[in-house]
């Protein structure tokens, strides 16, 4: 008998349960289908690449550092072909901030640059900041460094310019952290020098799911009704943390305006494998992937920071659901 059958709190609620629906093949990748030592693997970024499905996983080696290593598929969910070895490892000679390692990418196709542009946190000796990297095979990367200072993570690069600039949602960490740590956009002219910062999503306070502390987690994905992102929201409670998304709808021409998002969350941790592990209690997606044809979103997520699960959603879905959530009040 597994510890968790299941989370009462969630199996109770009716509004979301049938938006995702997990993978009966979960969780699709852990550690034990490495083909070399790891202690978890984790917090995919997921891109359809040659026709096929390309995780960028986040591997965490038995001293506590982590890499990135790529897994293809063809249908995203079984026969995964991984690399033998890091495809992306901190570069230690050159870039002195990823001494403790390189976590949680994700990725966006930039078809002005022929380049998919990699942002990860890279975990300096100053804290965890935003690094960036430019591949076109993801074999070989040309760094751009870091490109916001710590301590700052869950960060992803719109795939075009709005207004002339390209823009990065990311998620500083306040030093005085009463007001809490939100999701901002910063714009640029040239990928390294970043202002207008502008606070997005913020944190929620009190009781809410998402008070306190929210971040990015999947990129924003181009629809006609405005960018979809997922979002996770953390709530510390006496037994520790629990990692939950909720969606948010961002203006297409101007994506600092929100025009609606989730009072409730949308997915949380529910089965064993989400519920029990190096973290206990999250699912953090880096990832996900539209089929044009289907319309159907493969979501690719973390589970207790120990093995990778996939859910399936339907972009109509989360579009008609979104649309029926409030505009959000300037301070919820
Ligand atoms: C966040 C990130 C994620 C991790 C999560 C739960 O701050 O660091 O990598 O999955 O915490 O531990």
Same mark, same amino acid.
């Given at each position: 008998?597994?510890?968790?059958?299941?989370?009462?709190?969630?199996?109770?609620?009716?509004?979301?349960?049938?938006?995702?629906?997990?993978?009966?093949?979960?969780?699709?990748?852990?550690?034990?289908?490495?083909?070399?030592?790891?202690?978890?693997?984790?917090?995919?970024?997921?891109?359809?690449?040659?026709?096929?499905?390309?995780?960028?996983? +986040?591997?965490?080696?038995?001293?506590?550092?982590?890499?990135?290593?790529?897994?293809?598929?063809?249908?995203?969910?079984?026969?995964?072909?991984?690399?033998?070895?890091?495809?992306?490892?901190?570069?230690?000679?050159?870039?002195?901030?990823?001494?403790?390692?390189?976590?949680?990418?994700?990725?966006?196709?930039?078809? #002005?640059?022929? +380049?998919?542009?990699?942002?990860?946190?890279?975990?300096?000796?100053?804290?965890?900041?935003?690094?960036?990297?430019?591949?076109?095979?993801?074999?070989?990367?040309?760094?751009?460094?870091?490109?916001?200072?710590? #301590?700052?993570?869950?960060?992803?690069?719109?795939?075009? +310019?709005?207004?002339?600039?390209?823009?990065?949602?990311?998620?500083?960490?306040?030093?005085?952290?009463?007001?809490?740590?939100?999701?901002?956009?910063?714009?640029?002219?040239?990928?390294?020098?970043?202002?207008?910062?502008?606070?997005?999503?913020?944190a929620r306070q009190g009781g809410w799911w998402d008070a306190n502390k929210v971040g990015l987690n999947t990129p924003p994905l181009e629809t006609p009704e405005g960018w979809l992102i997922l979002y996770h929201g953390v709530r510390q409670t006496s037994a520790g943390a629990i990692y939950r998304l909720g969606l948010a709808?961002?203006?297409?021409?101007?994506?600092?305006?929100?025009?609606?998002?989730?009072?409730?969350?949308?997915?949380?941790?529910?089965?064993?494998?989400?519920?029990?592990?190096?973290?206990?209690?999250?699912?953090?997606?880096?990832?996900?992937?539209?089929?044009?044809?289907?319309? #159907?979103?493969?979501?690719?997520?973390?589970?207790?920071?120990?093995?990778?699960?996939?859910?399936?959603?339907?972009?109509?879905?989360?579009?008609?659901?979104?649309?029926?959530?409030?505009?959000?009040?300037?301070?919820?």
């Amino acid at each position: 008998m597994p510890k968790f059958e299941t989370n009462p709190a969630e199996s109770n609620s009716r509004s979301y349960r049938e938006l995702f629906k997990r993978s009966p093949n979960n969780p699709i990748l852990s550690s034990k289908d490495w083909p070399y030592a790891a202690n978890t693997v984790f917090n995919p970024a997921a891109i359809r690449y040659n026709g096929k499905i390309l995780l960028l996983a +986040r591997v965490e080696d038995h001293r506590g550092f982590s890499h990135l290593t790529k897994a293809v598929s063809e249908d995203g969910i079984t026969n995964w072909s991984i690399d033998h070895k890091p495809t992306l490892e901190p570069d230690l000679e050159n870039h002195p901030e990823e001494i403790w390692g390189i976590e949680d990418p994700r990725i966006t196709w930039v078809e #002005e640059l022929q +380049r998919y542009a990699v942002i990860y946190t890279s975990f300096s000796k100053g804290g965890p900041l935003v690094s960036m990297a430019l591949t076109k095979d993801f074999e070989t990367f040309e760094r751009l460094g870091p490109i916001m200072p710590p #301590e700052d993570k869950d960060a992803a690069l719109f795939p075009r +310019r709005i207004n002339g600039k390209w823009l990065l949602i990311h998620r500083p960490i306040p030093a005085y952290r009463g007001p809490g740590a939100h999701i901002w956009i910063s714009r640029s002219n040239d990928l390294y020098h970043w202002g207008e910062h502008q606070i997005i999503i913020p944190a929620r306070q009190g009781g809410w799911w998402d008070a306190n502390k929210v971040g990015l987690n999947t990129p924003p994905l181009e629809t006609p009704e405005g960018w979809l992102i997922l979002y996770h929201g953390v709530r510390q409670t006496s037994a520790g943390a629990i990692y939950r998304l909720g969606l948010a709808l961002l203006d297409l021409e101007n994506p600092c305006r929100v025009l609606r998002r989730s009072d409730e969350w949308v997915f949380g941790p529910r089965e064993p494998y989400e519920r029990e592990g190096d973290v206990s209690d999250v699912v953090f997606p880096c990832g996900w992937v539209l089929d044009e044809k289907t319309g #159907e979103i493969k979501v690719y997520y973390g589970a207790a920071d120990t093995c990778i699960a996939m859910a399936t959603t339907q972009l109509q879905d989360l579009l008609e659901y979104i649309k029926k959530c409030p505009e959000p009040k300037a301070n919820g």
